[in-house]
């Protein structure tokens, strides 16, 4: 967790005149009075709610320049709703512009209804009524589109190059579920649609992808991609392994707590062949939906991967398996390798993006 001091986000602006000299007197003193420039201007609260952590951040200044005040990472579940998570963060004189939050969740009409927390419907009214404030709820992959549109190109890893040609972009992002969300551009603006497509239904493409199907079928009347592709599916395919396929048993995915995490490590150690198998057939998997969705939205502007697990399988996303399965689309296999695959690997990208938003709210309002 951060120490608390204020840390400088977004570009700032040079404070000598053209062809003046700048003694370090004038630099030093210039600097400070940006800083405390940026510090008289709104304060806002923006947040990355997903189902397993909430991430929150208190920031002011505006959307060129502003400074973080306050971050946290609180476990979602030790919550009973978000008012209740909000209020664990905020402090009295937090006296906020806007609020703008990504959650984990189809927002419709102002509202949402977590899928993977067992949280209260929220409303951005509700909200508002309790904070005073304007309050904007997104969905969390909205969030990380947004938040991507901003990044440098450095902080980007290429897995394809591709040949990038006009047209959408789409993010997918494995991690307690599978968020992913389709950028465009009209007019020059960019405009983003957070979608619920992990929820469509799971292809078997192999007997081995039938067995973790009949698996989850056992347990659910409907087999989505979320189910597999996401932490809970990680640890689905690792009892598929075991208890379908006769593969060795291992302890990690038994412990408590979290499975997942235990599976995964376990696997990129090379501590367990069970555990390995297990998050190399996850990531196949991620390939494979990965270039459904490109296709589905010819996403030849590029396809990103976001989400906790990119970040924490990332040694095997380098593999030849991912884009095997993200090219083996039959007849156009071809077109598949021409489509930009890159990896958004920080994961302060979807909260960056709620910063933005919550930033052009509070300005919107102060407009009116």
């Known amino acids: 967790m951060p120490d608390g001091r204020p ?14 000299k700048s003694s370090a007197t004038r630099v030093i003193g210039c600097v400070f009075g940006t ?104 969905n969390d992959l909205a969030a990380t589109a947004l938040g991507a549109l901003a990044l440098p190109p450095d902080a980007l890893t290429v897995l394809q190059t591709g040949q990038p040609r006009p047209g959408p972009r789409v993010v997918i992002a494995p991690g307690t ?6 950028v465009w551009y009209a007019n020059g603006r960019a405009q983003v649609q957070a979608t619920e497509g992990g929820h469509v239904d799971f292809a078997p493409a192999d007997d081995a992808d039938l ?38 048993t291992c302890a990690a995915g038994q412990i408590g707590g979290d499975p997942a995490a235990a599976i995964g490590a376990h696997g990129l150690s090379g501590a367990c062949p069970t555990c390995g198998r297990a998050v190399r057939w996850l990531v196949r998997l991620l390939g494979a939906q990965a270039g459904n969705l490109a296709l589905t939205t010819w996403a030849m502007g590029g396809v990103y991967l976001a989400g906790g697990l990119t970040a924490h399988l990332w040694p095997i996303l380098q593999e030849p398996l991912f884009l095997q399965a993200f090219h083996a689309k039959g007849r156009y296999e071809p077109l598949m390798r021409e489509v930009p695959v890159l990896a958004l690997r920080d994961p302060q990208v979807a909260l960056q993006g709620a910063t933005d938003a919550a930033f052009a709210l509070a300005a919107a309002a102060a407009d009116r």
Do not use: K, Y
């Not at 405390?36 to 997903?50: K, P, T």
């Not at 996401?230 to 006769?246: D, K």
């Open 35 to 138: 800083f405390v420039a940026i510090l008289a201007r709104m304060l806002v609260l923006a947040g990355d709610i997903g189902g397993t952590n909430g991430r929150l951040r208190l920031a002011r200044g505006d959307a060129r320049a502003h400074v973080v005040l306050r971050e946290a990472t609180l476990p979602s579940r030790d919550f009973v709703s978000l008012p209740a998570l909000l209020q664990r963060f905020l402090q009295p004189g937090d006296a906020l512009a806007a609020v703008a939050l990504g959650i984990a969740a189809p927002v419709i009409d102002g509202a949402a209804q977590t899928t993977n927390l067992p949280w209260p419907r929220v409303t951005q009214t509700d909200l508002q009524t309790a904070l005073g404030v304007p309050v904007q709820l997104l």
């Open 211 to 248: 067995a973790l199907w009949q698996l989850a079928r056992a347990h659910w009347q409907h087999v989505s991609w979320e189910r597999v592709v996401s932490g809970p599916g990680l640890q689905l395919i690792w009892r598929c392994l075991t208890e379908r396929l006769g593969a060795p």
């Open 7 to 20: 840390r400088p986000l977004g570009r700032q602006t040079g404070c000598a005149r053209p062809g003046e």
């Open 177 to 182: 579920g599978l968020g992913q969300a389709i």
